[in-house]
Nanobody
Framework: QVQLVESGGGLVQPGGFLRLTCTIS????????VGWYRQAPGKRRELVAM???????NYADDVKERFTISADTAMNTVYLEMNRLKPEDTAVYYC????????WGQGTQVTVSS
């Protein structure tokens, strides 16, 4: 059974930094994409960033200059480094992986507030 476990969320002030971690069961190489989505209250779930075994990573336009996604293939872990956080980044962040199916983590809350 595939498990994706997120950690690293929390409360941070505007302009601050957080790093989210997603540990994936099994080998990360089985997936053709891994990444992060987020869902704010009253809004649809949206893509934040995605990394592929080959080719460049994808980012949502509003995070492109502030967030960085990376993968540690030896540790089967995906990271999302979030810089210069804004209140509008407040959401539940979900780890995502895809092979022939879609897999989701349970989510981790990120709150950006003074």
């Amino acid at each position: 059974q595939v498990q994706l476990v997120e950690s690293g969320g929390g409360l941070v002030q505007p302009g601050g930094f957080l790093r989210l971690t997603c540990t994936i069961s099994g080998s990360i190489w089985r997936y053709n994409a891994v990444g992060w989505y987020r869902q704010a209250p009253g809004k649809r779930r949206e893509l934040v960033a995605m990394v592929f075994p080959t080719g460049p990573s994808n980012y949502a336009d509003d995070v492109k200059e502030r967030f960085t996604i990376s993968a540690d293939t030896a540790m089967n872990t995906v990271y999302l480094e979030m810089n210069r956080l804004k209140p509008e980044d407040t959401a539940v962040y979900y780890c995502y992986a895809r092979d022939d199916s879609d897999y989701w983590g349970q989510g981790t809350q990120v709150t950006v507030s003074s």
